[in-house]
């Protein structure tokens, strides 16, 4: 009990073999030396094939059974590698390097840190590792697999940012941090047919796909929302809610963080946003197949009320970060329709708007349309005064 990931993994798949084929007694114990420096243990190195400070061991009954073991290792670390490149549960990363690549950006991006996205962090980071090791960013970074505890719904265009900021927050009391299934981590990016060969081919089943997968295998269920993006107006996102439902994720193994900013919207599955329209007809499909667009919308809009859900809610009330920036005041809409303007007056902060005039404030108005010309003075003013 409390082995790593990775060794009960490999538990699972091979104990049985040992023990059935060789007959050996064994348990595992954890030791921070090399060797415990007595005859009747056995180090199973060949299992890890990296040093370790912790490395496990095989308390062996007969040395013909622990010379047997060892004849075994080399096998059975081929079994685990080929199971680990065809079970998507194997592909995530742990909490500390998701704070590790939070922190790389951080120093990449020095002046606009808050304003990346996942796109920026998968183009900037991911994919060159991806690139450079032929491999996903969580296989590269653990060779032997990590086993997935939590899967992660989300949207790309989120600020990185407040992403990690809000998983964070998710499990700010947990003394041990879970390991996370977060997809631009766990497929190998890269080219938009690199991605569809993941996915499968379109008369893949949704269960056959690794997101699919890898929700079965995990622990809970974290929906990371966000300012910018309406999480539940993403096709997947959708199947990934479906699903969680299917496999008893919710409501009592569900987590939920970040903004509630849509809160109240209200779209339907059909209308849902996808990058690959292909990818949109496959779900659309299979997902009518099991319920009606109405029961999805449904389900979808009380998923999206939380309160209405009897699990587990965390951050539920955590502030949205962009709200003290520009673009999240104004909205996307709106900041990329004034963006000039703002320049031109010369309104670089959000506290800049107390001190421009009317003259200035009619300006930027002027760009937007009708209602939400009318609407941005109104938001103006109440925040001057």
Known sequence: EGAPAEVMYRLDKCLGLLQHTFGVSYRFEAHSNDCMGESGWFPLEELREQAAGNVWYLNRSTTAAATAAATAAATIASIGKQNISDEPSMWAISFQQLLDVKKQALSMFTDDFGSKTMRDINKEIIIPVCQKTKKAYALSKNIDGLKTEVFVSHAWDESFGAFVDSIQSAFYTRLIKPTLWICAFALLQGNHEEIQTQLGPGETSLDQSPFVKALKGATLYLVVRNCNTDLCDRIWVVCEIMYAEKYSFIPNRTLITGPDTFADSNTSCINANCYDL????????????????????????????????????????????????????LGK??????????DEVGVEALEDFKDINKEEIDMLAAKLKGVQARKFVKKINEFID
């Open 333 to 342: 809409k709106w900041f990329s329709a004034m963006k000039t303007v703002l």
């Open 278 to 329: 292909n990818d949109k007809a496959r779900i659309t499909k299979e997902l009518l197949n099991e319920h009606s667009f109405k029961d999805i919308d449904r389900y979808i809009k009380k998923f999206r009320a939380f309160s209405t859900l009897e699990g587990v809610v965390v951050g539920v009330h955590l502030p949205c970060s962009k709200n003290n920036t520009l673009e999240g005041f």
